[in-house]
């Protein structure tokens, strides 16, 4: 099946400092990624859609100045957390969408678990 | 209302059990269903998917959705201790753009 990576797969940050996070497909190309945020016991909550060069569309209440995503290739989307505060720390995980309709499959990374201290 | 509801758990069975997994929605546009399944500190990794109505098989597993009752369900056969993990619900509309998720329930087979 495809495969989807994430780097890092956890990081511990300080608070005020920004955090890079990789999101790729290697084995077929995403022109559609997505980044969902996972508390504790909790559920995946879409923060965003990426679509390969052009703007990231933003769920309800989540701020774009302060998750900067950025889908460069066809297998590369990053989401970097600006200015990050302890209640950033989460389980990140990104999606990777192998077609170009709504009903294809998406493919989940492993999640990367961010620590802002 | 959450538009999907599903029982976090946890349940816990004993190896070889039949095991039935279930959630509720509230979206009459959903068509697409999905189960997957994520094991602790890991992504999700896509089970079963199925469209509108029916019942779908794949090896030990059967996914069935009622869409007259908004209901859909995993059924796990000869349940085995690896089956343990979270299994999550999703759905998602005919030209929908995203996926919507259960809370996701925790399963566990002991043997």
């Known amino acids: 099946g495809a495969v989807v990576s994430q780097h890092p797969s956890r990081v511990i940050c300080k608070s005020g400092t920004s955090v890079k996070i990789e999101c790729r497909s290697l084995d077929f190309q995403a022109t559609t990624m997505f980044w969902y945020r996972q508390f504790p016991k909790q559920s995946l909550m879409l923060m965003a859609t990426s679509n390969e060069g052009s703007k990231a569309t933003y769920e309800q209440g989540v701020e774009k100045d302060k998750f900067l995503i950025n889908h460069a290739s066809l297998t590369l989307s990053t989401l970097t957390v600006t200015s990050a505060h302890p209640e950033d720390s989460s389980f990140y995980i990104c999606?990777?969408?192998?077609?170009?309709?709504?009903?294809?499959?998406?493919?989940f990374g492993p999640g990367t678990r961010l620590t802002v201290l | 209302q959450k538009e999907v509801e599903q029982d976090p758990g946890p349940l816990s069975v004993p190896e070889g059990a039949i095991v039935s997994l279930n959630c509720t929605y509230s979206?009459?546009?959903?068509?697409?269903f999905m189960w997957y399944r994520q094991y602790s500190r890991k992504g999700p990794e896509l089970l079963m998917y199925?469209?509108?109505?029916g019942n779908k098989e794949d090896g030990r597993f059967t996914a069935q959705v009622d869409k007259s009752s908004k209901y859909i369900s995993l059924f796990i056969r000869d349940s085995q201790p690896s089956d343990s993990a979270t299994y999550l619900c999703?759905?998602?509309?005919?030209?929908?753009?995203?996926?919507?998720f259960g809370a996701g329930t925790i399963l566990r087979v002991k043997s």
């Open positions: 999703a759905m998602s509309a005919i030209g929908g753009n995203k996926l919507v």
């Open positions: 979206n009459s546009a959903f068509q697409y």
């Open positions: 999606s990777a969408r192998d077609g170009g309709q709504p009903t294809d499959t998406q493919y």
């Open positions: 199925t469209y509108s109505s």
